[in-house]
């Protein structure tokens, strides 16, 4: 055999010994990738999101004159008033929600005399009769708030906050409150935020030793950080807003 045919067998002998070794390393790594694709850990499934659901009603105004306070007194027989005849064609509507919001246009007190237009207050029983109907949720903020000046105020304050746990009311503010004065208020999983806020206040102005006030439409500024901090701390932000030209439609 002479050179040239050695050299090329050897050439031949060592491209297939490459080859073989290249070949070798691929199915090495096919049995690498296979293995590792077989122990890999099963994807963790997504979970399922949690549902919740809440029906929620909203009503205003709730303003109570003379003629309906003195038919409350005469049906409770002279002693104290009843003002269910009032809502009891809606007690079947309200009962279909979970989550029912009034606005109450008129003080409500057990201490201020009841009065009528133009300056309003209403007996204490007005509330409760509201809470039987099942009314939970309250805005106090609108043209008639400081009907009653200062003392009206805290006498309205004092009253809502003597009602059961489960009432939520909004609408007078004072620098000491929590949030920003941005009311919360937990139902079935979700998470509400009330605000309030009042066009006028029929030219009364703010009183001045009032231990809590409105917050007027023009207010922007305040507003918006309101509800941008509303936003935050709840999935729904519920704001009233009572304005409005008087006699228009």
């Known amino acids: 055999m002479n050179r040239r045919k050695v050299t090329a067998l050897c050439l031949a002998v060592l491209m297939l010994a490459g080859c073989s070794g290249k ?3 691929q199915a090495n790594a096919e049995t690498e990738s296979s293995v590792s694709q077989s122990v890999s850990p099963t994807p963790t499934p997504e979970p399922e ?22 038919q409350a007194q005469r049906r409770a027989g002279g002693s104290g008033y009843d003002f269910s005849f009032c809502y009891d064609n809606l007690r079947e509507f309200y009962g279909e929600y979970d989550l029912n919001w009034i606005n109450q246009e008129t003080l409500v ?23 039987d109907l099942g009314m939970r949720a309250f805005s106090l903020s609108n043209n008639h708030t400081y009907d009653q000046g ?33 009311v919360l208020r937990q139902q079935d999983g979700i998470t509400f935020a009330f605000l309030s806020y009042t066009e006028y206040t029929n030219g ?41 030209v008087e006699d228009s439609h």
């Open 150 to 182: 200062a003392r009206g105020i805290a006498d309205t304050l004092a009253y809502w906050n003597g009602m059961p746990e489960d009432v939520t009311f909004s609408g007078l503010y004072n620098e000491e409150m929590e949030n920003e004065g941005v």
């Open 23 to 25: 070949e070798s390393q």
């Open 49 to 70: 999101p949690e549902v919740y659901q809440v029906s929620f009603s909203a009503t205003g105004d709730n303003l109570i004159h003379d003629v309906l306070y003195r």
């Open 109 to 131: 007190t057990d201490t201020l005399e009841p009065s009528s237009y133009p300056c309003f207050s209403t007996p204490g029983q007005m509330g409760r009769d509201l809470y």
């Open 204 to 244: 009364i102005p703010t009183p001045s030793s009032a231990e809590a006030h409105v917050i007027y439409t023009s207010e922007t500024e305040r507003i918006q950080s309101q509800v941008e901090l509303a936003a935050e701390l709840s999935d729904f932000v519920i704001v009233s807003c009572h304005w409005g």
